[in-house]
T-cell receptor, first 116, second 111 residues
Framework: GAVVSQHPSWVICKSGTSVKIECRSL??????MFWYRQFPKQSLMLMAT?????????EQGVEKDKFLINHASLTLSTLTVTSAHPEDSSFYIC????????????FGPGTRLTVL | RKEVEQDPGPFNVPEGATVAFNCTYS??????FFWYRQDCRKEPKLLMS???SGNEDGRFTAQLNRASQYISLLIRDSKLSDSATYLC????????????FGSGTRLQVQP
């Protein structure tokens, strides 16, 4: 149980285009989903916390107008990288929490974004 | 100062060796602690939660020292398949924010 999927697993796009990444909890309902970014040889950095039906909470330094997050249902959250630039190239990972009373998170397989 | 600090390694050990990793955290209000494993270009996978009383799962033993704010992971009888990056992860008080990840300790088990 507690499987999280992400789509696409990798994407290559041109600078200036927008890319949407989907995160789904397959066998549980996730009231909270998290979006992380990981640059090579660095740790996962939290970008935003997404609660179903409400606006996402962004971490300091993360532009909410550039990284649009939508959490319209208990099983789906999307991250849209708008007007992508080469410096946005990274490994984007989502996670979901199945119980609000626990910190245990289940991670999606990640999306590798390369912006040319 | 980083919220969660780990020695990046790499730790190169022979098969069968016992290896230990330590991690320190800065937020004394942290209430949950985990070790995750991350393979190259893959997502992190939960290895084990860490409790004050210490806990063991097969060849893996985790310890938490709240007074000193450090967490340890001991791996006995290392296998080649244990080669990975081990992430120390700390959760703040519930409802405050998500998990904070250390930058990871890389382990390479050699035949």
């Amino acid at each position: 149980g507690a499987v999280v999927s992400q789509h696409p697993s990798w994407v290559i796009c041109k600078s200036g285009t927008s890319v949407k990444i989907e995160c789904r909890s397959l066998d549980f309902q996730a009231t909270t989903m998290f979006w992380y970014r990981q640059f090579p040889k660095q740790s996962l950095m939290l970008m935003a916390t997404s609660n179903e039906g409400s606006k996402a909470t962004y971490e300091q330094g993360v532009e909410k107008d550039k990284f649009l997050i939508n959490h319209a249902s208990l099983t789906l959250s999307t991250l849209t990288v708008t007007s992508a630039h080469p410096e946005d190239s990274s490994f984007y990972i989502c996670s979901a929490r199945d119980k609000p009373s626990t910190d245990t998170q289940y991670f999606g397989p990640g999306t590798r974004l390369t912006v040319l | 100062r980083k919220e969660v600090e780990q020695d990046p390694g790499p730790f190169n050990v022979p098969e069968g060796a016992t290896v230990a990793f330590n991690c320190t955290y800065s937020n004394s209000a942290s209430q949950s602690f985990f070790w995750y494993r991350q393979d190259c270009r893959k997502e992190p996978k939960l290895l084990m939660s860490v409790y004050s009383s210490g806990n063991e799962d097969g060849r893996f033993t985790a310890q938490l020292n709240r007074a000193s704010q450090y967490i340890s992971l001991l791996i006995r009888d290392s296998k080649l398949s244990d080669s990975a990056t081990y992430l120390c992860v700390v959760g703040a008080p519930p409802g405050r924010r998500a998990l904070t990840f250390g930058s990871g300790t890389r382990l390479q088990v050699q035949p």
